[in-house]
């Protein structure tokens, strides 16, 4: 059985399931990328958006991460493990520095090795708003990645960073009011 | 939603959306991946899942062919020499017996009757009976057991030799 863009994500698993490699790779070709640039710009580590992306694909292949059908979409349930997998990667530095309550919405002093500001894109324009998003506190920017640069509802934010769809509302809102704070002031600053 | 101290926000996400389009992860997670899903499938699956068709399908006629060639030798002698005591066909005296139906149907006929007739020999041999080329135009005399129904039931031939 051959395997087209429309065959289904569950089918993919299936085939995966038994053994069949091929089913795998498209799986991985079709949802790579999005978990890739979640990683990528909640964590602004190349490297380590490339093990979370690895570590996330390692964990439904050897059955370690049981995903269901009925529960959600594979897209949803893989940000939700690569997020999860950044947040155990960051555990120690979060350690040192406690993250404020679920419910605040102040800004939070921000970490700058949680943030590397190396380059990462080639557009300086975009590379600018990257750099002003890893500056932003990380429960802000893990909205603010998903809705703007993933098109994902307030529901399903809610689902994958496991909070009520009013935190999703009100971190968005801050997420947000915090970047375009940032870039006038970068804009003010740059002439 | 618009922020209204900085307008341009929502081009400034779109910009850096556009750039991040066409970033995909390493080539070298999807290899590391294949390879981890390779040995995990040659684990976890026993042997005999790891065969494929063709492998499976030499198997088995590998098998058919052992049982044919096992059953073949244990065969009793007397049905490996033919098909002398078969109570269809029995010759005695240069004379022939040929049921043409079964023992049970002949006994349970109602009215079975005899006609006298005669049979080619080239008709017997297909039957099991011997033909030889010098004799093999000729014909037989034979009585017909016949049905009530007018079947045929059995063959007698009075002198085959």
């Known amino acids: ?191 | 939603m618009h922020d209204d101290d900085f307008p341009e926000l929502d081009t400034r996400l779109a910009q850096l959306r556009g750039a991040l389009a066409q970033v995909d992860a390493p080539r070298c997670v999807e290899k590391e991946l294949m390879q981890a899903f390779a040995s995990q499938s040659a684990r976890a699956r026993p042997w005999y899942r790891r065969l494929g068709m063709l492998e499976w399908s030499a198997a088995v006629a590998c098998a058919l062919v052992c049982v044919a060639v096992v059953g073949l030798l244990s065969l009793p002698p007397r049905l490996a020499d033919g098909f002398d005591d078969s109570p269809l066909v029995r010759i005695d005296n240069g004379g022939a017996f040929i049921a043409l139906d079964s023992v049970e149907r002949i006994e349970a006929d109602p009215a079975p009757r005899l006609i006298e007739t005669e049979v080619s020999r080239t008709m017997l041999a297909a039957l099991g009976l011997p033909v030889t080329p010098e004799n093999a135009g000729e014909a037989v005399r034979a009585e017909m057991l016949v049905g009530a129904a007018g079947e045929p039931l059995a063959l007698r031939l009075t002198s085959i030799d």
């Open chain 1, 1 to 191: 059985m051959t395997i087209t863009p429309t065959t289904s994500d569950d089918e993919l698993l299936r085939r995966m399931r038994s053994g069949d490699a091929p089913a795998f790779a498209a799986l991985y070709r079709r949802h790579q990328g999005p978990v890739y640039r979640f990683a990528l710009l909640r964590c602004g580590s190349g490297d380590t958006a490339a093990d979370v992306v690895q570590e996330a694909f390692m964990g439904l292949l050897s059955g370690r991460l049981a995903f269901d059908p009925l529960r959600g979409s594979l897209p949803n349930f893989l940000f939700g493990v690569a997020r999860l997998l950044i947040l155990k990667h960051e555990e120690p530095r979060r350690r040192e520095s406690p993250l404020p309550e679920p419910d605040d919405d102040e800004a939070e002093p921000v970490l700058e090795e949680a943030c590397p500001l190396t380059r990462v894109l080639a557009s300086e324009a975009a590379e600018e708003v990257r750099r002003a998003l890893a500056r932003l506190a990380p429960h802000y920017r893990d909205a603010v990645i998903l809705y703007e640069m993933h098109g994902l509802s307030y529901g399903e934010i809610a689902t994958i960073c496991a909070i009520d769809i009013g935190t999703v509302r009100s971190r968005l809102a801050r997420g947000r009011a915090a970047l375009a704070k940032a870039l006038r002031l970068h804009a003010l600053g740059a002439t």
